[in-house]
């Protein structure tokens, strides 16, 4: 890289001197940290950093949790480069100028993800009743309660896959297929009987709206688990979400 700029001393020797010459260091650092930005943008086919973060938001929130991850530990690592006091200064300086831009993309990932999040809950499912209740309206009411409540246990569902290292369901049912038959059918009664407990909280008549279709958002999230074990293991009797008037007793 050709610096217009020649720093004449690196970034701790400056600011040891405590002297004017560390403003003209970091006005040239943002400078060049915006032409790299530019550069990146360019380079990757982006013509401002309006088009970048619409391609970013394609990408799941985790995923670019997960970016943010590396490009938090690349701006350190920059920046503690840049303060290394054996450092050339044309070296402390570049690495000044990374750390700055690496800081720039954790912002734009950042404001991608809270965008995310806000379009997210605006989209989200709002009860205005609990489960219980849901029931005893019947027809639409709680057609248009459960497919929200399977389609939040979807989600929850394979985001918990994820966290757990699987790229798919189809991924984790490969997996649990090395497993000995007993062991899995030994999971299925455990993840039947936290289904129950899940069950039984949902249907509570006491409980508001948003407590009791989370409940039946993780009902639905085990229902998804125990379908793929059934599927290996050949099916059983499973606890589905059934209305009982007795529960309410």
């Given at each position: 890289?050709?610096?217009?700029?020649?720093?004449?001393?690196?970034?701790?020797?400056?600011?040891?001197?405590?002297?004017?010459?560390?403003?003209?260091?970091?006005?040239?650092?943002?400078?060049?940290?915006?032409?790299?930005?530019?550069?990146?943008?360019?380079?990757?086919?982006?013509?401002?950093?309006?088009?970048?973060?619409?391609?970013?938001?394609?990408?799941s929130i985790e995923e670019l949790t997960r970016t943010i991850a590396i490009v938090d530990?690349?701006?350190?690592?920059?920046?503690?480069?840049?303060?290394?006091?054996?450092?050339?200064?044309?070296?402390?300086?570049?690495?000044?100028?990374?750390?700055?831009?690496?800081?720039?993309?954790?912002?734009?990932?950042?404001?991608?993800?809270?965008?995310?999040?806000?379009?997210?809950?605006?989209?989200?499912?709002?009860?205005?009743?609990?489960?219980?209740?849901?029931?005893?309206?019947?027809?639409?009411?709680?057609?248009?309660?459960?497919?929200?409540?399977?389609?939040?246990?979807?989600?929850?569902?394979?985001?918990?896959?994820?966290?757990?290292?699987?790229?798919?369901?189809?991924?984790?049912?490969?997996?649990?297929?090395?497993?000995?038959?007993?062991?899995?059918?030994?999971?299925?009664?455990?993840?039947?009987?936290?289904?129950?407990?899940?069950?039984?909280?949902?249907?509570?008549?006491?409980?508001?709206?948003?407590?009791?279709?989370?409940?039946?958002?993780?009902?639905?999230?085990?229902?998804?688990?125990?379908?793929?074990?059934?599927?290996?293991?050949?099916?059983?009797?499973?606890?589905?979400?059934?209305?009982?008037?007795?529960?309410?007793?």
């Open positions: 890289m050709t610096l217009q700029y020649a720093p004449t001393k690196n970034l701790s020797q400056i600011l040891r001197a405590e002297d004017c010459e560390v403003f003209e260091f970091e006005s040239e650092v943002l400078l060049a940290y915006y032409d790299r930005l530019s550069n990146y943008l360019n380079q990757h086919g982006y013509e401002s950093v309006a088009e970048l973060k619409e391609d970013l938001s394609r990408e530990a690349t701006a350190d690592e920059r920046s503690k480069e840049s303060m290394l006091p054996e450092a050339r200064p044309e070296d402390s300086f570049n690495s000044l100028v990374g750390a700055y831009t690496a800081r720039a993309v954790l912002f734009i990932i950042k404001s991608v993800i809270a965008d995310k999040k806000r379009n997210t809950e605006v989209k989200m499912y709002r009860p205005t009743m609990n489960l219980n209740r849901a029931f005893k309206e019947g027809g639409e009411v709680i057609e248009a309660y459960t497919l929200e409540g399977q389609k939040e246990g979807r989600k929850r569902f394979e985001a918990r896959l994820k966290r757990e290292g699987y790229a798919s369901v189809e991924d984790w049912e490969k997996a649990l297929r090395t497993e000995p038959h007993l062991d899995l059918l030994f999971y299925a009664m455990s993840l039947e009987e936290e289904l129950a407990g899940w069950k039984r909280q949902a249907f509570d008549p006491n409980i508001s709206p948003e407590e009791s279709f989370d409940c039946m958002a993780d009902a639905f999230h085990i229902i998804e688990g125990i379908r793929v074990i059934d599927k290996i293991v050949g099916g059983h009797e499973r606890l589905m979400l059934r209305y009982n008037p007795s529960e309410e007793m």
